[in-house]
């Protein structure tokens, strides 16, 4: 599954080698791309810049970047390492570059066109688990495409400063992916600990 590229989808997602052997496949979702002068002297080397982003990130062992840093510290529990990067997927929804800094957000055509993409994805990697970094990205997701099935989202952990957390179904080929939200990993304040809690939390409800 390593070598996915689905037709639909610009921005093929990182797939850690571990992931297909995994007992609890997750998917952790992040917003958009943003272009270098490198990426734009180099549009063919698009489709695998999210690989490419996940390897810059890691100098030697450890996460480099408060992203990837955050975000296994809410998955695992532990320190972020590089191995620990081959357990999840990682995907980033809009599927063109935003611009050339964070600070910039996806046009409202971009949001529209990563739709089917991401449905896509899911249908493809099959997560047991969607972790959605940031608001900004969970209030741009689509609706369940079972319109049956389809519920308002349910918050989970917010304490009016530090944790925000919402979650979601998605039903996909007769499965029932659930989808949970947390702040931006590279946001101030994000409390990796806390999170990490509650998802294990979570995942025992499910189960």
């Known amino acids: 599954m390593n070598n996915t590229n689905l037709e639909s989808v610009t921005f093929q997602p990182f797939i850690g080698k571990q992931y297909e052997k995994e007992p609890y496949k997750i998917l ?15 549009p063919d080397k698009k489709c695998k810049i999210t690989s490419a982003v996940v390897d810059r990130c890691f100098v030697g062992e450890r996460s480099h970047y408060r992203f990837f840093t955050g975000a296994l510290y809410a998955i695992f529990g532990q320190d972020a390492k590089r191995e620990q990067m081959e357990r999840p997927a990682f995907y980033n929804y809009v599927q063109e570059y935003a611009g050339n800094n ?32 940031g608001k900004r990205l969970y209030d741009h997701l689509p609706d369940d495409p079972d319109k049956e099935k389809r519920a308002a989202g349910t918050e ?10 919402r979650r979601y179904f998605y039903h996909i080929d007769d499965r029932a992916i659930p989808l949970v939200a947390i702040r931006h990993p590279s946001s101030v304040g ?9 998802l294990k939390e979570f995942c025992k409800e499910i189960e």
Do not use: M
């Not at 996806?106 to 972790?131: G, H, N």
């Open 102 to 133: 964070s600070r910039i957000a996806p046009s409202d055509t971009a949001w529209k066109a990563a739709v089917q993409p991401f449905f896509d994805v899911l249908r493809e990697l099959k997560p047991d688990l969607v972790i959605c970094c």
């Open 28 to 42: 952790l979702l992040g917003e958009s791309h943003y272009c270098s002068e490198y990426c734009a002297a180099n």
């Open 190 to 198: 994000f409390n990796g600990s806390a999170y990490h809690l509650k």
């Open 156 to 165: 989970l952990l917010n304490d009016g400063k530090y944790l925000w957390s």
